[in-house]
Nanobody, 111 residues
Framework: QVQLVESGGGLVQAGGSLRLSCAASRSLSTMGWYRQAPGKQRELVALMYNIGSTNYADSVKGRFTISRDNAKNTVDLQMNSLKPEDTAVYYC????????WGQGTQVTVSS
């Protein structure tokens, strides 16, 4: 069983920045972030594959940056120029033969 633990969420004003971190209990092939706002479906934010390629949601391109440290089994999400519509619970995601999910961390962006 793989454990994923997120940290770094909080309250920030529009235009500000936050950095989310996720630590996995073992190495994973794909790691990334999803988010879910109240009343909406969970959506992909950013993924990084084991070869280093990435996928970003169009809504965050140019503002968010995903990074991995495979030696430490961690993945981070640097979020800049935050907007109120970024408000959501952010979930760390990993894959190795099956999906793994963190507990989620709340990000709230005020106007």
């Amino acid at each position: 069983q793989v454990q994923l633990v997120e940290s770094g969420g909080g309250l920030v004003q529009a235009g500000g920045s936050l950095r989310l971190s996720c630590a996995a209990s073992r190495s994973l092939s794909t790691m990334g972030w999803y988010r879910q706002a109240p009343g909406k479906q969970r959506e992909l934010v950013a993924l990084m594959y084991n070869i280093g390629s990435t996928n970003y949601a169009d809504s965050v391109k140019g503002r968010f940056t995903i990074s991995r440290d495979n030696a430490k089994n961690t993945v981070d999400l640097q979020m800049n120029s935050l907007k109120p519509e970024d408000t959501a619970v952010y979930y760390c995601y990993g894959w190795r033969f099956t999906d793994y999910w963190g507990q989620g961390t709340q990000v709230t962006v005020s106007s």
